[in-house]
């Protein structure tokens, strides 16, 4: 049983691990171990890098007391944000693309959370969010910083994101797999989940591999990453031992499936990261033990086709 807490930030981390069987197909060999981040209280893995940014910012002095913190966001490190925000007294502001679903920026205002819609570049597809819809939210953060003299919890860049997967998600991963770690796969938006968990895997164990996840067309529906952004600032290239790109089709089917054979309810990433494990059983690492992150809640796409 959990000992009483100071407050609701710790209960960040330590999610379970849990394995597939059900999920996995009987002709599939091999294991697929998930990791359940959408048990955080901000239902996503984000709010570990939310609260490491915010603490090694207070740490080190670049954030002082009631200072506004602004950051560019899909809608997950935002509701992390917002709820370390909110316990620590920092006004937060949100600048997010009007691409992505309309759950999440509800709950970051619910969360106490100013948060700035951004409208979609021209052609773009509501729902669909692209690099250069991206680039539009970057603008207005970087106006908004320093209109207010902000902090920015910048996930792109700060070392805080591969650090709160590397101190954290990683070692846990290892303590609480009885298995050695073979493959492990993750669909990249920042990297920093990535890049975290690989040095922490690799380190332990030098023959796991790791593969990046993208998606098969830069025009697709997996929310939260697959930005065609050079992610370099998070990763190191030597860590990155392929990548497998899936399709939307494959993403959500694996998504619902999930949630009809293990209970559990997550959203279209993690479909992505399942359905790109399922290749490498079937396909080079047969009889292998992959893990996955289940990224976030399938509650944040009530909305979108994901669940109809
Ligand atoms: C639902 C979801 N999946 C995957 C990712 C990608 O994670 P990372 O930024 O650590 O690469 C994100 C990032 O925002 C996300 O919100």
Same mark, same amino acid.
């Given at each position: 049983?959990?000992?009483?807490?100071?407050?609701?930030?710790?209960?960040?981390?330590?999610?379970?691990?849990?394995?597939?069987?059900?999920?996995?197909?009987?002709?599939?060999?091999?294991?697929?171990?998930?990791?359940?981040?959408?048990?955080?209280?901000?239902?996503?893995?984000?709010?570990?890098?939310?609260?490491? =940014?915010?603490?090694?910012?207070?740490?080190?002095?670049?954030?002082?007391?009631?200072?506004?913190?602004?950051?560019?966001?899909?809608?997950?490190?935002?509701?992390?944000?917002?709820?370390?925000?909110?316990?620590?007294?920092?006004?937060?502001?949100?600048?997010?693309?009007?691409?992505?679903?309309?759950?999440?920026?509800? =709950?970051?205002?619910?969360?106490?959370?100013?948060?700035?819609?951004?409208?979609?570049?021209?052609?773009?597809?509501?729902?669909?969010?692209?690099?250069?819809?991206?680039?539009?939210?970057?603008?207005?953060?970087?106006?908004?910083?320093?209109?207010?003299?902000?902090? $920015?919890?910048?996930?792109?860049?700060?070392?805080?994101?591969?650090?709160?997967?590397?101190?954290?998600?990683?070692?846990?991963?290892?303590?609480?797999?009885?298995?050695?770690?073979?493959?492990?796969?993750?669909?990249?938006?920042?990297?920093?989940?990535?890049?975290?968990?690989?040095?922490?895997?690799?380190?332990?164990?030098?023959?796991?591999?790791?593969?990046?996840?993208?998606?098969?067309?830069?025009?697709?529906?997996?929310?939260?990453?697959?930005?065609?952004?050079?992610?370099?600032?998070?990763?190191?290239?030597?860590?990155?031992?392929?990548?497998?790109?899936?399709?939307?089709?494959?993403?959500?089917?694996?998504? $619902?499936?999930?949630?009809?054979?293990?209970?559990?309810?997550?959203?279209?990433?993690?479909?992505?990261?399942?359905?790109?494990?399922? $290749?490498?059983? $079937?396909?080079?690492?047969?009889?292998?033990?992959?893990?996955?992150?289940?990224?976030?809640?399938?509650?944040?796409?009530?909305?979108?086709?994901?669940?109809?």
């Amino acid at each position: 049983m959990r000992k009483l807490q100071r407050s609701l930030l710790e209960s960040i981390g330590e999610t379970p691990l849990v394995e597939l069987s059900r999920f996995l197909p009987a002709d599939v060999p091999g294991r697929i171990l998930a990791k359940l981040e959408y048990l955080n209280p901000g239902s996503s893995k984000k709010d570990r890098i939310a609260l490491q =940014m915010i603490e090694d910012a207070e740490s080190d002095g670049r954030l002082l007391p009631r200072r506004t913190v602004v950051e560019l966001t899909s809608g997950n490190t935002g509701t992390g944000l917002a709820i370390v925000c909110a316990v620590k007294g920092y006004p937060f502001v949100a600048v997010m693309s009007a691409g992505n679903s309309v759950e999440r920026a509800r =709950m970051m205002r619910g969360l106490g959370a100013e948060v700035v819609l951004v409208p979609q570049a021209p052609g773009s597809i509501v729902g669909q969010v692209s690099g250069d819809d991206l680039a539009l939210v970057e603008e207005m953060t970087v106006q908004i910083v320093r209109e207010r003299g902000a902090f $920015r919890a910048d996930q792109f860049r700060l070392h805080s994101n591969f650090r709160a997967h590397y101190l954290h998600t990683g070692p846990e991963i290892l303590q609480q797999s009885p298995y050695p770690v073979d493959v492990f796969v993750d669909f990249a938006g920042t990297g920093g989940t990535f890049a975290g968990c690989a040095a922490a895997l690799k380190e332990a164990n030098a023959a796991t591999r790791c593969f990046l996840v993208e998606p098969e067309h830069p025009q697709h529906q997996i929310q939260g990453g697959g930005y065609g952004m050079d992610l370099s600032p998070q990763l190191r290239p030597e860590d990155v031992d392929g990548v497998i790109r899936v399709g939307d089709d494959e993403a959500i089917e694996c998504t $619902r499936r999930l949630a009809r054979t293990e209970g559990i309810f997550a959203g279209f990433s993690s479909g992505a990261n399942l359905a790109a494990a399922l $290749r490498l059983l $079937r396909g080079d690492y047969p009889g292998a033990t992959a893990v996955v992150a289940i990224c976030d809640s399938g509650l944040k796409y009530l909305s979108t086709s994901l669940w109809v």
